[in-house]
């Protein structure tokens, strides 16, 4: 297999993605202030959902560029070295992370540790976000520490790449451009229509809840842990969505990349991308604004709501030398994309250790240009801890296991396939057996 032409691009939209979130979480623990309007710290914080888009989105655009032709044309072998891949990608930082969690977090509190080792194995084998389940009254993602909640995307991204070796069986076999771009409306169409139908069933689905995990399940007794949010949010099963969106874009990327770029077609690029990027703080404010009323928009806040103008915003830039590609392409952008995985895995340990103890000051000038400043430091210093964690820890560890285990046999290859599908084993065994105790 030939080399993978890069897109840098891509790489610094990585960096916009995991930014996002850490701007949306420090505003919450950063910028306390005694005035009843905590709007700056709210339109902030919204952020957060833009970042997350974007990253399953942008994630199933890459996974696809760069291993469809792997998996298409190796097979099993090819299907066993994307895994290791991915698998050396994410769980040295992780197990890091979670390891720091583990050592600071509830460690005289024997109640919480017993929930703690409980969740552990869950953890440990990436599947938390793949079921619901309660422990000492709270949602299994929030039994570890203060920073490893944020793992259950990592779970979902894991979860997705699992799935994602039928999905590029299914999508290889598309050729023509304007067949894929059908498919991708039809799509786009499909998961909205889905993702706006369970967010009308909120009653049904908390009623579902209580009478299987009792009322720790319900939204009145606490949103956070609700098996509600946990459909619409956290699980992968409906957040597939955006990541096959991302597979679809990649794929009429590639149906379209033979075809010269002409002077139309980038006149009308122009128009569409800054059309796009003016829809995102517009979809935004009409999702998350009081006094909005736009009811679809709202109801497909937890996800997808997004996930249109970031699939082509993603296309965009991957396909058209636009002034957004070219900044996003620099050599800083770049390197901080790069790094974007250490940032998103510690930056609510640095604001935790900085912020836990800051207390809500009262609003005067002075303040605000003290929170601000703090604030702002802060994120630099995620990004700098960051660049030093990619370069001395995830790079080198990442390195050094694909080097490590690479499906260079055909027994090789059928073990780490195996070992990669154990999670996806434990976590349907374990809802099997549940119910059927249940039964």
Request: hydrophobic share 55%.
């Amino acid at each position: 297999m030939g080399r993978i032409e890069e897109i840098p691009a891509l790489t610094g939209l990585r960096f916009l993605a995991a930014i996002s979130v850490a701007v949306a979480h420090g505003a919450t623990l950063c910028l306390k202030t005694q005035s009843p309007n905590q709007a700056i710290q709210h339109w902030l914080s919204v952020g957060a959902g833009f970042g997350m888009t974007l990253f399953f989105v942008l994630s199933g655009f890459v996974i696809h560029y760069n291993y469809r032709a792997l998996i298409g044309t190796q097979g099993i072998a090819g299907t066993a070295q994307f895994l290791w891949a991915r698998f050396a990608r994410l769980y040295p930082l992780y197990l890091l992370i979670l390891l720091i969690d583990l050592l600071v977090a509830h460690p005289h509190d024997r109640m919480r540790l017993d929930a703690t080792l409980t969740a552990l194995p869950y953890f440990l084998f990436f599947c938390q976000s793949w079921l619901y389940k309660v422990i000492d009254n709270h949602a299994l993602i929030y039994q570890i520490g203060f920073n490893a909640p944020l793992t259950w995307s990592i779970s979902t991204e894991w979860f997705f790449y699992l799935a994602y070796p039928a999905i590029c069986v299914a999508l290889i076999r598309l050729k023509r451009p304007w067949a894929v771009l059908v498919i991708t409306v039809c799509w786009m169409i499909l998961w909205t229509t889905l993702a706006s139908f369970l967010f009308e069933r909120g009653p049904n689905i908390d009623a579902h809840a209580v009478a299987h995990f009792g009322m720790v399940a319900s939204q009145v007794n606490g949103f956070n842990d609700s098996f509600f949010r946990w459909v619409l949010y956290f699980s992968p099963y409906l957040r597939i969505g955006e990541f096959i969106l991302g597979c679809l874009t990649a794929h009429l990327y590639e149906a379209f990349k033979s075809r010269t770029v002409g002077v139309r077609e980038a006149s009308i690029a122009e128009v569409v991308f800054f059309a796009v990027a003016a829809s995102i703080p517009a979809i935004l404010y009409a999702t998350y604004s009081p006094d909005v009323g736009f009811i679809l928009l709202k109801e497909l806040q937890f996800n997808f709501g997004l996930a249109p103008s970031v699939a082509m915003l993603i296309f965009c830039c991957a396909r058209y030398q636009l002034p957004l590609a070219r900044w996003i392409s620099s050599r800083p952008m770049v390197a901080l994309g790069d790094a974007s995985y250490s940032i998103y895995m510690i930056h609510m340990l640095v604001f935790y250790v900085a912020a836990s103890s800051y207390v809500a000051l009262p609003v005067n000038r002075y303040t605000v240009a003290v929170l601000g400043i703090r604030y702002v430091f802060l994120l630099a210093l995620i990004v700098l801890i960051s660049l030093g964690l990619h370069a001395t820890f995830e790079k080198p560890t990442r390195i050094w296991m694909r080097g490590l285990v690479l499906a260079r046999t055909p027994k090789a290859a059928y073990l780490v396939f195996l070992l990669c599908l154990v999670p996806a084993i434990l976590a349907g065994g374990t809802v099997i057996l549940r119910h059927a105790l249940r039964n």
